[in-house]
């Protein structure tokens, strides 16, 4: 079983900036790639942010610019960078991994709880 556990969220004001963690643990995994999405209540989940094992990137336009995606395989962590937070940047935001396991390398993929990030105007 692996399992991501995400930190980083809380509460800023419109312009400041918040960096999340999405760790995952286990046995015998590699990461392939790495979502951050955002979901505000009533509203359908949707990715903001995207990085493959290679590093390719790809962001939502409606973040381009502001947030960065990066990830550091040896401690299996993704990160989200985001600057120049705006109110509508509000939601639950939660991480996801596609997920190669032992010597098979079956394929699962797992979401994070969820960390909520407020930003007032």
């Known amino acids: 079983q692996v399992q991501l556990v995400e930190s980083g969220g809380g509460l800023v004001q419109a312009g400041g900036s918040l960096r999340l963690s999405c760790a995952a643990s286990?046995?015998?995994?590699?990461?392939?790639?790495i979502g951050w999405y955002r979901q505000v209540s009533g509203k359908q989940r949707e990715l903001v942010a995207g990085i493959s094992r290679g590093g390719d990137t790809n962001y939502s336009d409606s973040v381009k610019g502001r947030f960065t995606i990066s990830r550091d395989n040896a401690k299996n962590t993704g990160y989200l960078q985001m600057n120049s937070l705006k109110p509508e940047d509000t939601a639950v935001y939660y991480c996801?991994?596609?997920?190669?396991?032992?010597?098979?390398?079956?394929?699962?993929?797992?979401w994070g709880q969820g960390t909520q990030v407020t930003v007032s105007s």
């Open positions: 996801y991994a596609d997920v190669s396991i032992g010597d098979w390398g079956t394929r699962r993929n797992y």
């Open positions: 286990g046995s015998a995994f590699s990461i392939n790639f």
